[in-house]
């Protein structure tokens, strides 16, 4: 039987990047809030010290960071019709877990979206004609603008100290940075990193070939940084042991350093920890939330009552729990009805090796840094003419190479075999003369109908309940843009001496054991009008006008850039809806 | 624990009421006496941890045995209720009781007797104020013959000298207000003095370091190796005021005294302190030429240094401020006594936060990563690279080191 | 080297116990750990790898670890400059990986029904590795046998690379997992233990990263982000130290 607690202002589910800004938001404006988090408590010098973090067998491949698919999963399948099967251990991304959350683990790659993405549908109808758009597409207008959101990516920015050079400030193009990116109020709190000698020589061929190569917006800091909190951070020494990983000496931008010390000092907040959220809980009329019910590493449950309900956790469970829950109405792909699953995105990643001279090329490639990387933009979001194309999205590409980690890093020339002495051979001559990106090509993945999320009826939780499902493939529209962008990508890394290029396009059927990256897009999205959207621009549910549902889930497609610049000012954007205009009255902020 | 170099005082809880006198009304004074138990850092030893404050209880750690300190809320029956304020300022000035019973050293009124008469009121007027609570503590807990309290007047005869504080005309304002604060309310010395064998302060070493709770509580002169001589005053003051400077990070017992006491000091009376502290003169001391780097332990503690130290505290020794402590130069690495760098490595540490530098960062424990040998090598390293100078650490200080602070919570 | 690490749950003045204040069903309180007031800390706190030495084996028989050694020492063979996989250590990695979590598959999803289906969908099995290595490694030793009337460890350099040919294009007949199979999970924990950091017991002497030229468990490159094309001068670390870290002489 479920243990009642004292009433809460504020109920936090997930103190990740999101759980943390709004925390912080709210008890700034007096309010209660407890943070409920199904992960361990986690800090720099006790979790992951400098002197054991470094350690790619237990973090990188046996993802000691991340959620354990035992305590929770989902299943996979390709097509509506298929039997989804459970994904028994961690493939194509991986789900953080404990305080800090994905932040912990990210590169801290921190992107501004194109203003166009934000007007996607409304941009390409205009543009190109409604026929131009790929069959059976679901793509749609955000409900907001890159204006609307510019002081919020601000805000995000100051708070990591991301590094970075401004490409167009308040209007005015400016040498060095990102020509596409739309106009920024202000440069990054802190300069680009430096970058090693393949990021300096994929920038150099890149301009030979008449791109505006930059360097990629970065939260590894390349100096000491004071956050607007007071958070001190520290230079960033490019370890090449970041992403998958947790950052030994304060260089990265994560809740641990950005927000969670000045948060644990405010008497009105206390974080939870190893407890897990199983239901959100509604009133009879189902049209507010009383709070949440979370079970504790005794196996106890307890109702935790609460007037605010702020839905913080990871993409997947953000949306297993509504459907949980009870809110709002599930997808339904066929008929086209319900919001709760739809517009459920990934990323379309692919990349191409290049093997270099060693007599000439060395680039001790761990030498590095989880944002490091010089990058183009021109064949992003709608930065070109699609046109001749056939297909719409993009993505940025660069030489972003993260780590020299061994393990993931030997690759070896094609038609080497896989063992024996010409396999150790290969791999000692090219270990230190290759450029071998993971992501090269950070390509967008449009929404359709038959991608979606819903529930499983076979496969069951720990708790019994249903484990959510994932019905996802690619479609013809991004395998073409793939072929496309990888190929201008392999023609850079060509261009910068390489004697031999392996081109990587994505290739279909998605695949699940596949790693592409571990941005999961959608499933309760935000947009103008409750009839195709579950969130209003605040991420503020239609149904239940006291729940909010943080992170990427609301994003309606996603586009070629990492998603938590993004993910960040939504939460600060909807962190300033609640503080100006809803604590003053409580209801829905926006009329359906 | 809270661990002071000698006793606390016994304030026995029973009597016939003969209460303080002053007018609850008196704000102004009130307010002064909150903060100059502020100053005092009264709640450190009178809080017990997760206790009501000043309700007494906290275990004192003293070389001759563990005590309790008192509760000095208004209750009648088991706090300083019943006392007159007469009865306070003996305690507080000449280390009596009550009943004129001797108290503990512990209780620190070998420095509280610089305090002046109209202080010690006000801190008894705020400490009317605060909630009684119900506590009854029997602060000696010493084994025999510690337990004796006789002794204690033969003590005071040989250590402690009363009278209050006798401003310097010569010296400005600042520096008088310091002087008064650091010999009196503050009791810098009781932590940083060195004590001979009967616990009293060694004078002629004033403020020159000792060692206690397992921590080396460092020279805190104007010495320019040992010391504070390469702070100015603004860095001493922003170091009270926030817990870290440009230079070092607080932690342990002086983390708790940012964290209680100095925190909320206001910053005249910060850069007093400071001010006094810059006027003390260092001593000249062995040791000053550096162990050469080709001795085998430096060049091992290099090599530790650059694979496990610089990531943080950067290869040249600087570190980043606010964030991770300069080993290159400073008291903290330079003393004589190399407790707090043993220890730091073996356990780790947390730096205090505070308002004003919230960040707290911690240092991560290399016990489970370094033998005695290595752990005496990096310590002999950063205690004499880059222009510092002391002793060697060997691996037997490391291995006493060790197995010393296993014991301790 | 001592190993005084473990982490020590929910200590430290921030982090306290929730007692709830109602009746519990079964009489024990529920707890969770709350952090509150300031960040959670405490002496030796960490979580540091457990060191593997030498010594018996923790999985496999003496005659399974023979095996092994066999077939790893094919698999990444010894030259001149490096040792094989067997010097490398990489039978005992696997060994205690196969006695560990790894080895249970105690962090995957294990709940049934198991049911095959895409290869987009991945592995499906119930099989845990411990399991595969053992119906795997007998299978390949009644195969021995049967045809050469002895174990593979006494067989020729060239006949075991004959076999580890018939694992590798699936033609092996093998009773339980395929050949192929096999032979993926066998090469991929054979370079994880030659390239993970040696306190797992792999990669020992780091060989595996001096021969690429990998400087291993450093954190610090400030001073070569900028030295462009230029031999990285350090040898390797490993989370244990490196011999610099000993050498007193």
Request: with cysteine; net charge neutral; hydrophobic share 35%.
């Amino acid at each position: 039987m479920a243990q009642k607690l004292p009433h809460r202002d504020v109920v936090v589910i997930g103190l990740g990047w999101t759980g943390s800004i709004l925390a912080e938001a709210l008890t700034s404006e007096g309010l209660d809030v407890v943070a409920v988090e199904r992960g361990p408590w986690r800090d720099t010098a006790t979790d992951f010290p400098p002197s054991y973090a470094p350690d790619e067998l237990r973090y990188r491949i046996y993802h000691e960071l991340f959620l354990q698919p035992a305590q929770a999963t989902l299943t996979f399948r390709n097509k509506i019709g298929q039997e989804a099967l459970p994904v028994r251990s961690w493939g194509a991304f991986m789900l953080g877990n404990g305080a800090g959350g994905a932040g912990v683990h990210w590169n801290a790659e921190t992107w501004r979206f194109l203003p166009s993405d934000f007007e996607l549908r409304s941009h390409l109808v205009q543009r190109y004609g409604a026929g131009f758009l790929p069959p059976d597409t679901a793509i749609q207008d955000w409900g907001i603008t890159y204006a609307e959101l510019e002081p919020y990516y601000d805000r995000f920015e100051y708070l990591c100290g991301t590094s970075g050079t401004a490409g167009n400030l308040r209007g005015t193009i400016q040498p060095g940075g990102n020509p596409f990116e739309g106009p920024r109020s202000r440069p990054y709190p802190t300069p680009a990193l430096k970058q090693g000698f393949s990021h300096k020589l994929f920038a150099k061929a890149a301009a030979e070939l008449g791109y505006k190569p930059f360097p990629q917006p970065a939260g590894n800091l390349s100096q000491a940084y004071t956050n607007p909190h007071g958070l001190q951070m520290g230079p960033c020494t490019y370890c090449g042991f970041c992403e998958w990983f947790g950052c030994g000496n304060y260089a990265k931008a994560s809740p641990q350093t950005t927000l969670l010390p000045i948060l644990v000092r405010r008497p009105n907040f206390e974080a939870r920890t190893n407890c897990e959220v199983t239901r959100i809980n509604l009133s009879r009329d189902r049209k507010r939330a009383t709070g949440v019910t979370y079970v504790d590493s005794s196996g106890q449950e307890h109702d935790q009552p609460a007037d605010l309900v702020l839905l913080c956790g990871f993409q997947t469970w953000n949306v297993q729990l509504l459907l949980l829950s009870g809110i709002g109405q599930p997808y339904d792909p066929v008929a086209g009805t319900g919001q709760i699953g739809r517009n459920f995105t990934h990323q379309t990643v692919s990349t191409a090796t290049g093997f270099f001279d060693r007599a000439k090329y060395n680039f001790n490639p761990f030498v590095a840094a989880g944002a490091i990387g010089m990058c183009i933009d021109e064949w992003n979001g709608d930065n070109f003419d699609h046109g001749p194309y056939g297909f719409i999205g993009g993505g940025y590409m660069g030489q972003v190479q993260t780590n020299g980690r061994p393990i993931e890093k030997t690759p070896v020339p094609p038609g080497t075999p896989e063992w024996g002495h010409g396999w150790k051979q290969a791999v000692r001559d090219n270990y230190l003369s290759t450029v071998h990106t993971g992501t090269g090509v950070h390509g967008s993945f449009s929404s359709y109908r038959d991608v979606y999320m819903d529930l499983d009826p076979t496969w069951k939780d720990r708790f019994g309940r249903p484990l959510l499902r994932a019905t996802i493939d690619f479609h013809d529209n991004e395998l073409k843009m793939s072929a496309f962008l990888t190929e201008k990508y392999a023609a850079i890394i060509r261009a910068m001496g390489a004697n031999q290029v392996v081109s990587e396009p994505r290739k279909g059927p998605y695949d699940i054991t596949k790693y592409q990256t571990s941005h999961l897009c959608g499933g309760a999205i935000m947009g103008t009008s409750p009839a195709d959207s579950a969130l209003n621009k605040y991420l503020q549910s239609w149904n239940v006008p006291n729940l909010f549902v943080q992170g990427a889930t609301a994003f309606p497609q996603n586009a070629g850039y990492n998603p938590t610049g993004t993910v960040g000012a939504l939460a600060y954007m909807s962190a300033d809806a609640i503080r100006s205009q809803y604590l003053k009255k409580p209801g829905p902020l926006v009329q359906a | 624990m809270r661990t002071l170099a000698l006793f606390i005082c016994l304030l026995l809880g029973t009597g016939v009421a003969h209460a303080g006198s002053t007018d609850e009304q008196d704000f102004d004074l009130i307010s002064r006496g909150r903060y100059l138990t502020v100053l005092g850092d009264c709640a450190a030893c009178h809080t017990a941890r997760g206790g009501q404050p000043f309700g007494g209880g906290r275990p004192i750690e003293t070389p001759f045995g563990t005590m309790l300190s008192a509760n000095i809320t208004p209750d009648y029956a088991t706090g300083i209720g019943a006392w007159s304020d007469e009865d306070f300022i003996n305690t507080l000035q000449k280390g009596r009781g009550r009943f004129g019973q001797h108290i503990y050293p512990a209780m620190p009124y070998t420095y509280y007797r610089h305090v002046s008469r109209d202080d010690a009121k006000a801190i008894r007027a705020y400490l009317a104020t605060v909630p009684a609570v119900g506590n009854s503590v029997e602060t000696n807990q010493l084994p025999f013959p510690f337990s004796i309290r006789a002794s204690l007047g033969a003590w005071n005869l040989l250590f402690f000298s009363k009278g209050a504080f006798q401003p310097d005309l010569g010296r400005s304002a600042d520096w008088n207000r310091g002087a008064y604060l650091v010999t009196g309310l503050g009791h810098c010395g009781m932590c940083h003095t060195p004590k001979n064998m009967l616990g009293a302060d060694d004078t002629e070493k004033a403020l020159q370091g000792y060692k206690l709770q397992g921590w080396f509580a460092p020279n805190i002169t104007n010495d320019a190796r040992r010391g504070l001589g390469s702070w100015t005053v603004d860095d001493i003051a922003a170091y009270l005021a926030a817990g870290h400077n440009r230079f070092a990070a607080a932690s342990g017992p002086m983390a708790e005294e940012v964290s209680v006491s100095s925190s909320n000091m206001s910053h005249d009376d910060l850069r007093a302190i400071a001010t006094y502290l810059k006027s003390v003169p260092g001593q000249g001391h062995e040791h000053d030429a550096p162990i050469a780097s080709t001795e085998p332990a430096m060049r091992t503690g290099a090599a530790i240094y650059a694979d496990a130290c610089s990531a943080c505290h950067t290869p040249d020794g600087a570190g980043v401020p606010g964030l991770f402590p300069t080993l290159n130069g400073g008291a903290s690495m330079q003393s004589e006594d190399p407790t707090s760098v043993i220890r730091v490595i073996l356990r780790g540490a947390r730096s205090v936060a505070t308002a004003g530098a919230p960040t707290g960062p911690a240092m991560p424990s290399f016990a489970w990563q370094m033998n005695d040998a290595q752990v005496a090598a990096v310590a002999t390293f950063v205690r004499n690279a880059w222009g510092n100078a002391a002793p060697i650490v060997t691996p037997a200080d490391v291995k006493e080191a060790r197995r010393h602070l296993a014991r301790r919570p | 080297m001592g190993r005084l690490g473990r982490r020590k749950l929910l200590a430290g003045t921030a982090v306290s116990l929730i007692f709830g204040t109602g009746c519990w069903l079964d009489g024990t309180p529920a707890r969770a750990a709350i952090v509150q007031g300031s960040l959670p800390w405490q002496p030796y706190a960490g979580d540091p790898p457990a060191g593997i030495g030498p010594g018996q084996w923790h999985f496999f028989s003496a005659e399974e670890g023979a095996m092994v050694e066999a077939l790893v020492d094919r698999l990444i063979p010894p030259d001149a400059d490096t040792p094989g996989g067997k010097d490398a250590g990489c039978a005992v990695f696997i060994d205690r990986q196969l006695a560990g979590p790894y080895g249970r598959s105690s962090r995957s999803y294990m709940r049934p029904p198991f049911r095959d289906g895409t290869e987009s969908q991945g592995p499906q099995s119930p099989l845990t590795p411990a399991d595969r290595y053992r119906m795997s490694l007998a299978a390949l030793d009644a195969h021995c046998q049967a045809a050469f009337g002895r174990g593979l460890p006494a067989l020729s350099p060239d006949a075991q690379d004959k076999l580890i040919h018939g694992l590798e294009n699936n033609s092996l007949p093998m009773q339980g997992p395929s050949a192929r199979a096999f032979f993926e999970l066998l090469l991929k924990d054979t370079r994880y233990g030659f390239f993970a950091d040696p306190i797992y017991g792999g990669n020992r002497g780091m060989a595996a990263w001096r021969m690429i030229g990998f400087p291993g468990a450093r954190y610090d490159y400030r001073d070569w982000i900028d030295r462009h094309n230029e031999r990285y001068p350090l040898p390797p670390l490993g989370i244990a130290g490196r011999p610099a870290w000993s050498d007193r002489e």
